[in-house]
């Protein structure tokens, strides 16, 4: 009976061990997005959670490319996890694009930080000049900017020269992630901001860890140690430099946004209705052809190339159009997109074309092509609720 037990745990423990991963023998293998500002942020939690689960890093460098326009898609991500690195730290997560579509594994967050209205401290500006304001392309900051009132857009190709148009007096303010703002101070300590928060939607973002699809085991393994190190202090302790304070938290003094504190672009100014009292609009399929070609010069950046959401929400399936009674009419979405879309020309597109990027998004969301148009007019009218249905 003792011989069985000792061969029961030898086996208990065999399997155990063969849930995890195996590493080489320069430990787990750890990379980070190229040009993040939270860069060593990033290298200091993953040092010490792994530490905490009781393994090794090693970083790689230069394993993620820079990507496209559209940025990294998550197929390279699992060529990255496939063949150079066994996580990635510092990859960002929120409510409107967290990623699920991309089938990796996340962890618990590390830090959860904002995106900032900044302005410098000692400035004072000229009641004539025009309001300025800079944001990253193809960023949350241009989602959100783009939704400020009787502003001039100042698109930065990072997020440091971003900050550095205000500091130079190119822009009079700045939509920034604040760990952007972190470490820009750390390079120009004498330049002194303020800030403000900016009460949008697309502010709040989360830093965490992911992982391949197969690599639960350790995933729940750092899970484990993000929680001991939260309940002991530790990681509140790495991270406080880099979370928005509490004071700009709240601060009152925010421009105003038109898609407000708690709610998606999608529902800025759309009233709801009831599924049972309207007809299906019409459109054909060479609209819808033409409409997937304008999506993806134009939308596919920030919405990602198969509408699964990157900087902004995802535009196909129930996140985006909820299969009940009550959901967002076409016309209002289409009122919302021809106003404020895409984010760095808003309501710049022909109403036609506006016509036909809707024409694609009620067909990939399961919506079936006919032989008439839908005009500009027909889909502003359209009171349908837009419910995802099975594909056609």
């Known amino acids: 009976m003792k011989h069985h037990s000792i061969q029961l745990a030898c086996a208990a423990m065999a399997a155990t061990l063969a849930a995890l991963p195996a590493f080489s023998h320069a430990g787990v293998r750890v990379c980070t997005f190229p040009g993040s500002p939270s860069t060593a942020l990033d290298h200091s939690v993953a040092k010490a959670v ?4 009781g393994l090794d890093v090693s970083f790689v460098r230069e394993a993620i490319g820079e990507g496209d326009d559209d940025g990294v898609s998550p197929k390279e991500l699992h060529k990255v996890l496939a ?45 004539d000049a025009p309001d300025i304001v800079a944001a990253t392309y ?22 440091e020269s971003t900050v550095d148009a205000v500091a130079n007096g190119r822009a009079r303010r700045a939509i920034v992630w604040y760990p952007a703002l972190v470490a820009y101070r750390g390079k120009h300590p004498q330049t002194r901001f303020v800030t403000a928060s900016t009460r949008s939607a697309y502010a709040d973002w989360s830093l965490v860890f992911a992982f391949a699809p197969e690599a639960a085991p350790l ?19 790495l991270t406080k430099d880099w979370a928005l304070p509490a004071d700009e938290k709240t601060a009152q003094t925010t421009p105003a946004y038109l ?10 100014h759309i009233v709801r209705v009831d599924a049972s009292t309207t007809a299906d609009p019409a459109f054909s399929q060479a609209q819808v052809a033409h409409g997937k070609t304008l999506y993806a010069s134009s939308c596919a950046k920030c919405h990602g190339p198969d509408l699964q959401g ?7 399936g129930p996140s985006f159009a909820p299969a009940s009674a009550k959901a967002h009419p076409i016309g209002a979405i289409f009122q919302y997109m021809a106003s404020n879309m895409p984010a760095d020309k808003p309501g710049k597109m022909r109403d036609q074309d506006y016509a036909d990027i809707m024409a694609f998004l009620l067909h990939s969301n399961g919506y079936g092509a006919s032989t008439a148009k839908l005009t500009a007019d027909a889909a502003r009218a359209s009171t349908t609720p837009l419910a995802a249905r099975t594909a056609q």
């Open 83 to 127: 063949k150079h690195c066994d996580v990635i730290a510092g990859f960002p997560r929120s409510s409107v694009a967290d990623g699920s579509d991309s089938k990796l594994r996340f962890s618990a967050s590390y830090l959860r930080s904002g995106y900032v209205s900044v302005g410098l401290r000692d400035r004072r500006a000229q009641s």
């Open 259 to 268: 898609d407000g504190p708690s709610r998606g672009a999608a529902d800025a």
């Open 50 to 53: 792994f530490k905490t689960a």
């Open 138 to 159: 193809a960023s949350p900051a241009q989602l959100i900017a783009v939704q400020q009132r009787d502003v001039e857009l100042d698109l930065e190709n990072t997020s």
């Open 219 to 237: 995933q729940k393994r750092i899970d484990r140690a993000i929680a001991t190190m939260s309940a002991d202090g530790r990681l509140a302790t």
């Open 310 to 316: 990157i900087t902004a929400p995802a535009l196909r």
